[in-house]
């Protein structure tokens, strides 16, 4: 089972830059979510979904821009990269909130 | 709003010493998961706490959940170095993301095991 996958694995941007971060699971899960890990900040989620067509904000949504037009795909936009946004990204999914959430490998972003 | 605190932050043990890490958070909650988190790696969930007096136990690691006190604890038996990693908790915010809820992270416990 390939379970979430992330890609890319590394990206470096110049400010200004956009770009979009893929997530997808074959788990067939309803809820998927996007985070973002800064040395000493634990995980910060930016924006989740509970299921095709609906996705809601998290505790840091500005800046990124989140669809999800199937169960498997959930990808995060940064719409106009700052370095405020260097950070490593983890993206994962789970049945619903009972259940433990299953995490991407990470993509490790650095903006210019 | 809904804070995790975890402490200590950071911890270096020898082997075969015990210790506990502390998770409190601030707000009501009926579930806690534990996560591993090896250096560049992605996160591991190693244990869901989902009723008070909550015990779960694997291998060397054992975790508690106190929901009148609002604390979590993961209780480490005989250290050894492959125990060494960030173990993150994180609580289930309900009222925050509708029926869903949403994981709020303490900070994470790094956790040094040396010989």
């Known amino acids: 089972n390939a379970g979430v996958t992330q890609t890319p694995k590394f990206q470096v941007l110049k400010t200004g830059q956009s770009m979009t971060l893929q997530c997808a699971q074959d788990?067939?899960?309803?809820?998927m979510s996007w985070y973002r890990q800064d040395p000493g900040m634990g995980l910060r989620l930016i924006h989740y979904?509970?299921?095709?067509?609906?996705?809601d904000q998290g505790e840091v949504p500005n800046g990124y821009n989140v669809s999800r037009s199937t169960t498997e795909d959930f990808p995060l936009r940064l719409l106009s990269a700052a370095p405020s946004q260097t950070s490593v990204y983890f993206c994962?999914?789970?049945?619903?909130?009972?259940?433990?959430?299953?995490f991407g490998d990470g993509t490790r972003l650095s903006i210019l | 709003e809904l804070k995790v605190e975890q402490n200590p932050l950071f911890l270096s043990m020898q082997e075969g010493k015990n210790y506990t890490i502390y998770c409190n958070y601030s707000?009501?909650?009926?579930?806690l998961y534990w996560y591993r988190q090896d250096p560049g790696k992605s996160l591991e969930s190693l244990f869901v706490?989902?009723?008070?007096?909550a015990v779960k136990q694997e291998g060397r690691l054992m975790a508690s959940l106190d929901t009148k006190a609002r604390l979590s604890t993961l209780h480490i038996t005989a250290a050894v170095h492959d125990l060494s990693a960030t173990y993150f908790c994180?609580?289930?915010?309900?009222?925050?993301?509708?029926?869903?809820?949403?994981?709020?992270f303490g900070k994470g416990t790094k956790l040094s095991v040396k010989p």
């Open positions: 994962a999914s789970s049945w619903d909130r009972s259940t433990p959430q299953h």
């Open positions: 788990m067939n899960h309803e809820y």
């Open positions: 979904s509970v299921g095709a067509g609906i996705t």
């Open positions: 707000t009501t909650s009926d579930r």
């Open positions: 706490l989902l009723s008070n007096g």
């Open positions: 994180a609580v289930v915010w309900p009222n925050y993301g509708g029926s869903q809820g949403n994981l709020i």
